[in-house]
């Protein structure tokens, strides 16, 4: 079992926060005419503050290769989308000697920075479970072309897939799908919507969230009345009960300053899986969980004992 990577750098959903305060720092609302302005701000500028992919400002130019981080056996990719994107990604080998395991992760980020952030992570758990790990840039994001928005991002997570399911090496491993935060929100969709076919064999959810409006309050309270004019939803509450077929593990660290820990608590218990894990991370951040002791014990147990079981 190798050491706990470094904490990604602290973006995430904090990053909507602190932009979208930037809007609301205006002398106090005087007149209807001045909340129009800010509700407009708000309602037009969501997707900006949602999916902040520019930050840190080289984001969209500067993606680490794995290269940096010791990882040898990679290949960087560009995959078409139905809808005519571009999508960058990374295809992690684990070093022939160490390829014990008939699996892959597909990863999904958080809602900033890119792809190349979260290398260290994919090595830690190719070290932990030795997979291969794809991991996924959406639209807007790095390399990625487009512009990132909900009916976007699931596109991109359905072409992730059809990938794994059409290329020779991936298309008999069981896939994992793992989730950080707005990540989370992406792997439950694309989990509910396949799992009939038995294309996914598990899923991770770390710190993600009921539904972005119902986020809104915690992360910017000033903006808690105007949360119905969200038109990017990301209702996981609604959507995540209807996953039966697959073993889910819950990763929850209970110092999360951003989403609050009862957002967990409650994607658990509508969870309607017969296997669900839940596993607390009682010094994690939204941002640090990951650095936590027993993070990747907790995956590999899960991998092991739910997700490889009829290996053993």
Not at 131 to 148: A, H, I, Q
Not at 160 to 175: G, H, N, S
Not at 192 to 208: H, K, R, V, Y
Not at 296 to 312: A, C, G, L, Q, R
Request: aromatic share 8%.
């Amino acid at each position: 079992m190798s050491e706990s990577p470094p904490p990604p750098p602290a973006w995430s959903i904090s990053s909507m926060a602190n932009n979208t305060m930037q809007f609301l720092r205006l002398p106090v609302l005087a007149s209807s005419g001045l909340a129009v302005v800010a509700s407009g701000l708000l309602y037009f500028k969501q997707n900006e503050l949602i999916y902040p992919r520019n930050i840190p400002v080289d984001a969209r130019t500067n993606v680490p290769s794995p290269r940096q981080f010791g990882i040898k056996d990679f290949e960087d990719l560009q995959i078409p989308t139905p809808d005519g994107q571009s999508l960058h990604a990374l295809f992690l080998r684990p070093p022939l000697g160490r390829r014990q395991r008939n699996l892959t992760v597909l990863m999904f980020h958080g809602n900033a920075g890119n792809i190349g952030h979260r290398v260290p992570i994919a090595k830690a758990l190719q070290d932990s479970l030795h997979c291969n790990v794809f991991m996924l840039e959406y639209r807007g994001y790095g390399l990625s072309t487009g512009t990132p928005d909900e009916a976007g991002l699931k596109i991109d997570a359905q072409t992730a897939l059809d990938y794994l399911r059409q290329r020779p090496e991936t298309r008999d491993t069981k896939i994992v799908v793992y989730g950080q935060s707005l990540g989370g929100a992406v792997a439950i969709n694309l989990v509910a919507t396949n799992q009939e076919e038995d294309e996914i064999s598990g899923l991770i959810l770390e710190n993600t969230f009921l539904s972005i409006r119902k986020l809104i309050p915690s992360v910017f309270p000033p903006a808690r009345y105007l949360a119905r004019l969200c038109h990017q939803y990301w209702v996981s509450e609604d959507i995540l009960p209807r996953i039966s077929n697959v073993p889910i593990l819950f990763l929850s660290g209970l110092k999360d300053e951003i989403v609050p820990p009862t957002n967990m608590t409650q994607l658990f218990s509508v969870c309607q899986s017969e296997r669900k894990i839940w596993r607390t991370l009682p010094n994690g951040g939204h941002n640090d969980s990951v650095a936590e002791p027993g993070y990747f014990d907790h995956i590999h147990s899960f991998i092991t004992e739910e997700v490889m079981n009829d290996e053993k």
